[in-house]
């Protein structure tokens, strides 16, 4: 079985919702739609006080290169405009907030059927997918259209589906990989269809979802398309391991995945650029996983952008015992929030409520090496210097160990027996090296 | 309950985390440790089971007083490091040491050894090793004499690596490959019995707090060095077989060299620190003024550790550079 060269860990599964069907979530009465749900600046608004939006109508401009399109995602007036909204990334971001008038109503041009979208010209592609403010749904939130748009001087040969979905309780991607095979298979063959004929395309998925590498294998059938399974091992969805094990190569300190000609895409994200292309929908809705041991009703649900997590969970009936952390995102990269008033966003994957009683007894302990963290590290880095480092202030001697080469997959901390928290001294040494440059 | 909680805890990802932690894992290496204990006490009876019961409770209380004279806000002395560290520490010398001797040996373990360089984590040398070798030193005569086993009234005798010292090879070819393997020797009370000693790796292993990289590395380099003394004489130096099965060999070799805190960390550098191990423990036996060399080769191999995991950096980061 293919899995990548170096690292990695085997946390518990818990796919508490993996048997759940999809199922769709009313829109709530009142939307908060953050401006900057992607990597890049902040979109700018276009809207202002008491003007009437449609669904699908652009509210959030791309402001730059690397930004992203924002739509109003249900039909409605625009109640406010926030300058400062928590975001799911713990920051402020600002947000517009949009009372829904209940009809859904979409703008003119929009939710159309194209009959042959692969046949579009390459800029109408492109444009489309720009337009829907389409971006990676993983979690960086990376614009799509950039990312299909590489430099000139950058040959891609290889496309990847990731459907790997590593990260334990979170089922978004295999549902829709067992509900909407053919569409996102459509969304990844429009996708590659931007780059040469000869582009390879994959798709990987791990090997506890059998049901998913079934369906995916079926709708394949006859397209240009090689489905991959891939070992169960964390974190075999990130991009630098998934292009690893399909294509065997590696990716050095500070390049990125089209330095060595392949690209990625979430399999949310294929969808998403399907409906973009082919019904020219904006991402106003997405899939996410509500779990989490304590939680009544577990789900898998569409939720549409804007969403309150607190609706969320009213919508699902909330908890069986009092619970102390709300997570967006999954357990080992997912960020706890302060307040339950932070608001779906076009890359919220999941919504874990947890009842966390060991976290009073995390007290970080000195590293007794073990060297388990670099048996771990998928990077085939030394966290444990990393984190040293860190707690001794010397974080301008931190880029020189391999700092940025961290994608902060949290596999040492996972291992760690002294409990250090490793990647917390890693992002913190990130966050001043970075603002020391400045 | 309401649909909204009212506190929320903020904490760093990963929020899951293994269930290893300090105090399970050395609790788990305190529980391998008990099949050699019980083998001591089986084979030098009641006195053994004295002499752990004060070499565990003088090193965690050593601990303690420490944790209280550096105003630690958090105890240590319970996070099963002491606890590990007395029992080994009984498991190194013999069942009939005077118990003054034996707390002297926690003191320098635990105080000395370890909460003088910072505690858990931060001692160069295994304390265990340090409080025998200075209980050796300072107490030629009390640390070489070893009870017989299964004798009441204590009488003392040689180990067999004491007897192939002074007396050669003819001396110990009486001793049977299974009176070693079970531990029907004189020696130190956990040196004995290879097979309590196994057991409790095996455990460790499958646990995955040991790799057994260190071990064979270990044991293979001192079975090579003196196999082939043995195979150039074998009537002046005694089998391979012999050396691995007496002494401290394989105590020393699964539970002390393998140590977290005091051998590399990275293959490389664990692979070289085994074989030093290795070589050492062979010339200290065969050419040595000690007929046991573990303690010390493993103490003179732990100064290297800094050393080799310097090197695993350097090449790490040659070998990552941007192209
Ligand atoms: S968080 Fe960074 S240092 Fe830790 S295992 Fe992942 S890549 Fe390695
Ligand atoms: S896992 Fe933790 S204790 Fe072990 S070497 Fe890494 S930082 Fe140190």
């Known amino acids: 079985m293919r899995t ?55 509210i959030g401009a791309a402001d730059g290169f690397i930004s992203s399109n924002i739509h109003a995602a ?85 496309f990847i589906l990731n459907g790997a979905e590593c990260e334990p309780f979170l089922t978004p991607d295999y549902r829709l990989m067992l509900e909407r095979p053919a569409e996102i298979l459509k969304g990844l063959e429009i996708a590659a269809s931007l780059f040469s004929k000869d582009t390879k395309i994959y798709i990987g998925i791990e090997e506890n979802k059998p049901e998913a590498v079934k369906a995916m294998e079926k709708a394949a059938q006859g397209g240009p398309f090689t489905v991959v399974s891939l070992k169960t091992k964390y974190p075999q ?131 007794v090496r073990c060297g388990k963290c670099i048996s771990a590290c998928p990077q085939g880095r030394q966290p444990w210097l990393l984190a040293d480092l860190g707690q001794q202030r010397r974080l301008g001697d931190m880029p020189g160990c391999g700092l940025m080469d961290c994608m902060e997959c949290g596999s040492c901390t996972y291992v760690c027996p002294a409990r250090r928290n490793i990647v917390q001294w890693i992002k913190y040494g990130k966050a001043v090296n970075a603002a020391r440059k400045r | 309950m309401a649909a909204e909680p009212d506190r929320l805890i903020v904490s760093y990802a990963p929020h899951l985390r293994s269930s290893d932690s300090i105090e399970k894992v050395m609790y788990t290496v305190a529980a391998a440790l008990l099949p050699a204990t019980a083998a001591s006490i089986y084979y030098f009876g009641l006195r053994a089971l004295f002499v752990t019961i004060v070499a565990v409770l003088s090193s965690v209380l050593f601990e303690f007083l420490m944790n209280k004279i550096r105003r630690r806000e958090h105890l240590t002395c319970f996070d099963g490091s002491a606890v590990v560290t007395g029992l080994l520490l009984a498991l190194n010398i013999p069942a009939s040491l005077p118990y003054g001797m034996v707390i002297l040996g926690s003191f320098i373990a635990i105080v000395i050894t370890k909460e003088l360089f910072g505690g858990l984590g931060y001692n160069p040398f295994n304390p265990v090793l340090v409080g025998r070798v200075f209980l050796l030193i300072s107490f030629p005569v009390a640390m070489t004499h070893w009870p017989a086993p299964h004798v009441v009234d204590m009488v003392t005798a040689a180990s067999p690596l004491g007897i ?159 192209a």
């Not at chain 1, 048997?19 to 276009?46: C, F």
């Not at chain 1, 630098?240 to 390049?255: A, P, V």
């Open chain 1, 74 to 158: 249900t039909s409605g007036t625009v109640h406010s405009l926030e300058e400062r909204w928590p975001a799911p990334t713990g920051q402020y971001a600002p947000a517009i907030v949009i009372e829904s008038d209940g009809t859904e109503t979409w703008a003119d041009g929009l939710n159309i059927d194209e009959e042959k979208p692969l046949e579009l010209s390459r800029e109408e592609k492109l444009k489309r997918i720009s337009d829907a403010g389409i971006v990676g749904m993983g979690g960086a939130g990376f614009p799509t259209h950039v990312k299909l748009n590489p430099p000139k001087d950058k040959t891609i040969d290889t």
């Open chain 1, 237 to 367: 969805g990130c991009e630098k391991q998934l292009i690893n094990t399909i294509t065997g190569r590696t990716m050095k300190e500070g390049q990125l995945p089209f330095d060595v000609g392949a690209l990625v895409h979430n399999v949310a994200t294929m969808f998403a650029l399907y409906e973009a292309v082919a019904k020219k929908r904006p991402l106003v809705e997405r899939v996410l996983t509500l779990s989490g041991m304590e939680v009544k009703n577990r789900k898998n649900l569409i939720v549409t952008v804007g969403s309150l997590v607190k609706d969320v969970i009213e919508h699902t009936g909330g908890t069986t015992t009092e619970i102390n952390q709300v997570i967006i995102g999954g357990p080992m990269m997912g960020k706890a929030q302060y307040t339950c008033d932070v608001p779906v966003t076009k890359t919220t994957s999941g919504i874990l409520l947890i009842n966390n009683t060991e976290i009073d007894s995390l007290r970080e302990r000195p590293c």
């Open chain 2, 164 to 322: 192939l010292k002074t007396d050669g090879v003819a001396a110990v070819s009486n001793l049977s490959f299974w009176q070693l393997f079970f531990g029907e020797i004189a020696g130190s009370m956990g040196e004995t019995s290879s097979l309590a000693i196994l057991l409790g790796a095996i455990v460790l292993f499958f646990r995955g707090y040991i790799t057994l990289t260190i071990p064979l590395a270990f044991i293979g380099t001192t079975a090579m060095f003196t196999g082939i003394f043995y195979i150039a004489d074998p009537a002046r130096y005694a089998s391979p077989l012999f050396h691995l099965m007496t002494g401290g060999l394989l105590l020393g070799a699964f539970f002390m060299a393998t140590d977290w805190v005091t051998s590399p960390m990275t293959r490389r550098g664990q692979i070289i620190f085994g074989c030093g191990c290795g070589f050492l423990t062979g010339l200290i036996r065969l050419f040595g003024g000690y007929p046991e060399g573990v303690a010390f080769s493993i103490l003179i191999m732990n100064a290297f550790v800094p050393l080799l995991d310097r090197w695993d950096l350097l090449s790490l980061k040659s070998k990552r550079e941007v």
């Open chain 1, 4 to 58: 990548f060269n170096q690292g990695g860990v085997h946390p518990p599964e818990y796919k508490l919702t993996a048997d759940l069907a999809i199922e769709r979530m009313p829109t709530p009465a009142r939307l908060v739609i953050l401006l900057s749900q992607h990597l890049g600046k902040p979109a700018k608004p276009i809207v202002g006080k008491g003007d009437k939006v449609k669904k699908g109508q652009l």
